[in-house]
């Protein structure tokens, strides 16, 4: 069963740094696109970045406007681990938000809608 749990949110002061990790089971990561999300208190949930694998193995990203330049996404295949990694620097406090990872067959998607699975979530507070 396709399983993904997050971890690594915090509480941050403004302008630091957190990593978080979707750790994913019950699939080939390879055939699927990952995608974060985050849900900020009374607003819709807003996707934030995605990671696919291209044609020839590599790796293709996505971000949203907002975190360009400052958050990036990766993924580690070594061994027996299939995690996602969104490294977020320079964090603002209009990044506070639950952010969740997703994961759909392929390819990337900016339609929360087509995402078919989800993690619980991980709560993300950026406050001095």
């Known amino acids: 069963q396709l399983q993904l749990v997050e971890s690594g949110g915090g509480l941050v002061e403004p302008g630091g740094s957190l990593r978080l990790s979707c750790v994913a089971s019950?699939?080939?990561?390879?055939?699927?696109?990952i995608g974060w999300f985050r849900q900020a208190p009374g607003k819709e949930r807003e996707g934030v970045s995605c990671?696919?694998?291209?044609?020839?193995?590599?790796?293709?990203?996505?971000?949203a406007d907002s975190v360009k330049g400052r958050f990036t996404i990766s993924r580690d295949r070594v061994g027996a681990k299939k995690t996602v990694y969104l490294q977020m620097n320079s964090l603002k406090p209009e990044d506070t938000a639950v952010y969740y990872c997703?994961?759909?067959?392929?390819?990337?998607?900016?339609?929360?809608?087509?995402?078919?699975?989800w993690g619980q979530g991980t709560q993300v507070t950026v406050s001095s």
């Open positions: 997703a994961a759909r067959r392929w390819s990337c998607s900016s339609s929360r809608g087509d995402f078919s699975s």
């Open positions: 990671i696919s694998r291209s044609g020839s193995g590599g790796d293709i990203t996505n971000y």
């Open positions: 019950g699939f080939t990561l390879d055939y699927y696109a």
